[in-house]
């Protein structure tokens, strides 16, 4: 579900990248000419709760932009210009991500479910 990227474009020296089902989310997410960028893997060392249903930590971390977190931002790599976030919604067993838009319209993938345990270990590893 999560793989760390060093050879990125992006501004930051690694970015998180999500994989649904093998899957980039970054291609998913994407428009035709859209490019969409991970979050620093620091970011998730440093605010994991951020995956767990927290508000978005990106750039600001005492003073949210958005109640949701971003999952990706624009090529910019700053979310406050275009970001794609993720509503994240956690039973005992599944953890359910739906994603908006910064303006919180549905997005036009998902939602993902993944297993609560997995899921668990995967962040716990960054």
Known sequence: MLQVDTDT????????VFLVNGDD????AAQPGQ?????????IRDFP?????GPDRWEDSVDPWYDEAAVLACGCG???CDAVLVHVT??????TWELTNRNGDPHSVGPFRFDREAYDVE???I
């Open 49 to 53: 709760e951020q995956l767990r249903g």
């Open 78 to 80: 700053q979310p406050g």
């Open 123 to 125: 962040l716990d590893l």
């Open 9 to 16: 474009d992006s501004i930051w020296d690694d970015e998180i």
């Open 90 to 95: 956690s039973t005992m067993n599944s953890v």
């Open 25 to 28: 989310l970054r291609s998913l």
């Open 35 to 43: 490019v969409w960028i991970g979050p620093p893997t620091q970011l």
